[in-house]
């Protein structure tokens, strides 16, 4: 590695803390300087990596760049059209026949378990939750919030769904695409109850986003004796659609200085990919280094939160995950 790479590896755990320096498009150049150069990922022949929110952002950038990996890549979004259209400009652009289309609404059980059952393939090698959403007033979806429903119950019914296809490789990653946001919130069950009146979608996106690393640490240990590697990561100040529409303020006054989706999928596609990202389960990443997910004391959960968060997920999905697991009728 060179000198200016190990003065940033050396360097880091102060910068990382520091959003104005780390999370925006210069963050990642100057974090890039130290990656390992060594480490170039395994070949993604034969592996199946199924992405959500895959029609664009930073679902779209990790699509295509794992199958120009040589992975076989199914993109699960919920728009018909949008999501033909960015199968193919992946098929096109990365020149792989293995580019597949799913229509999924995450934030929908049913729309799980339909795709699912249908599902073809019998092994599933890297698994991106990376759907998102945020919305300003309270949304129900079959009774659940849906900003909860998207990022925290869609992914773990998914991921329990899937658990026998995922048990078959020899090297599963399933990642969850969280936010530095999180850093601003405390894992709060009780916000899924909160009245129209009183909710706060920028809130209750963080604490999605703070649920999924907890579960992510929580499933991993779980499953620590299987072939699955669970992580979460924050991708930095990404310009997508999403943070556009929801925080158009934020965005403008950003937008010079945000990651391209491309910058924002890399950790993401490193986790999937790299030998690296499997040596840590349940870590939480940013830009391929292990981050700490608390960077003050009170957003720590409780010490039973983890159990409390997975046992509500089971109960409301009727997915059970476990190292012999079973499932719910």
Known sequence: MSAVGSIVRAVRPVTDRLPFCAYNRMGFALNRAGFDPDDRGLDGAGRVAVVTGASAGIGRATSLALARRGFEVWMLCRDAARGAE??????????SARVHLGLVDVS???SIRRFVAGFPARRVDALIHNAGVLVHDRQLVAGVELTFATH????????????DRLMRSSDARVVFVASGGLYLQRLDLSLLDVPASRFDGVRAYANAKRAQVVLARALADRLRDTPITFASMHPGWVDTGTLRTALPRFHGLMRPLLRTPEQGADTVVWLASSRAGAASPGAFWFDRRVAPPHLVPWTREA???PGDLVALCESLSGVAIEATHRRAA
């Open 303 to 305: 010490q039973g939160a």
């Open 152 to 163: 925290v119950l869609g992914p773990y019914a998914m991921t329990g769904l899937l658990l």
């Open 86 to 95: 960015a199968q193919d400009a992946v098929a096109r652009e990365s020149g």
């Open 108 to 110: 929908d059980l049913a």
